[in-house]
């Protein structure tokens, strides 16, 4: 890079950060809303443990890249660290009136592809809705011009 500064490096990392502690954010809201379901559905026993470690180790799997700058192992301490930390603190925030960030589930893949899909069916079946009511109108409409007598001028 030609910069005369390093603007742009401190541009990016800002930006790298920011998002990366706001992912880190989401993960632990994640995980204590997870925790206040168990805590109020105990009769459940989803076994969240072993649904989180299963997560965890096929994030890694399939993104484990020999050429990475982290190996699975840094990763797994980062998430097992974020893990301990919002256990820590699940004590405070299994109350309902502590404010958590809202997350929201992940949409399907096919989601955006289907809502478009659809919208487009129905705005056809509008569109050719509207071109059937216009003809029908504008037929009935010139056939009555037709039927009704014409005028004509009275000579004196």
């Given at each position: 890079?030609?910069?005369?500064?390093?603007?742009?490096?401190?541009?990016?990392?800002?930006?790298?950060t920011e998002t990366l502690s706001k992912s880190?954010?989401?993960?632990?809201a994640t995980l204590i809303h997870m925790e206040r379901w168990k805590h109020r559905n105990p009769e459940?026993?989803?076994?969240?443990d072993g649904l989180l470690q299963s997560a965890v180790s096929e994030?890694?799997?399939v993104h484990s890249d020999?050429?990475?700058?982290?190996?699975a192992e840094d990763i797994l301490k980062i998430f097992n660290n974020t893990i301990i930390q919002s256990r820590v603190r699940l004590d405070h925030f299994l109350e309902e009136s502590t404010y958590l960030p809202l997350?929201?589930?992940p949409?399907?893949?096919?989601?955006?592809?289907?809502?478009?899909f659809t919208l487009t069916i129905v705005m056809t079946s509008a569109f050719i809705l509207c071109c059937v009511s216009f003809l029908l109108y504008m037929c009935v409409h010139e056939n009555k011009g037709r039927?009704?007598?014409?005028h004509v001028p009275i000579k004196f």
């Open positions: 890079m030609d910069d005369k500064d390093d603007e742009c490096w401190k541009q990016s990392l800002q930006y790298f880190l954010q989401e993960y632990s459940l026993d989803v076994g969240l994030s890694l799997s020999e050429r990475s700058i982290l190996t997350f929201s589930c949409l399907p893949c096919e989601y955006a592809t289907q809502m478009w039927r009704s007598p014409k």
